[in-house]
């Protein structure tokens, strides 16, 4: 079992960064995949950045690529998305989530936290 809890949003103003965390219980997390997601009201969830269990494999969705850089420490069952440049359009509740395969797909990940809203104002 893995639990995870994301936290590190908020209310920014578009241009500005944020960084949002995600904290894993369990011993076997660093050897699962994880997924970054948002949903925003009235839209489906979307997948965002993906980092495989050895952090050496990264990809991301072309809204983010370059503005985003997800990362992870094995040792504090951490895993970190450093948002930069920030869009009104990023505005959404974002969620990590673990599984075993590296996937753009919500479906591929057993595991997801509750979710930490970021707003951006213009």
């Known amino acids: 079992q893995v639990q995870l809890v994301e936290s590190g949003g908020g209310l920014v103003q578009a241009g500005e960064s944020l960084r949002l965390s995600c904290a894993a219980s369990?011993?076997?997390?660093?050897?699962?995949?994880v997924g970054w997601f948002r949903q925003a009201p009235g839209k489906e969830r979307e997948f965002v950045a993906a980092?495989?269990?050895?952090?050496?494999?990264?990809y991301y969705a072309d809204s983010v690529k370059g503005r985003f850089t997800v990362s992870r420490d094995n040792a504090k069952n951490t895993v970190s998305l450093q948002m930069d440049s920030l869009k009104p359009e990023d505005s959404a509740v974002y969620y990590c989530?673990?599984?075993?395969?590296?996937?753009?797909?919500?479906?591929?990940?057993?595991?997801w936290g509750q979710g930490t809203q970021v707003t951006v104002s213009s």
């Open positions: 989530a673990a599984g075993k395969s590296l996937s753009g797909r919500a479906d591929a990940y057993e595991y």
């Open positions: 369990g011993r076997t997390f660093m050897s699962y995949e």
């Open positions: 980092i495989s269990w050895g952090g050496r494999t990264t």
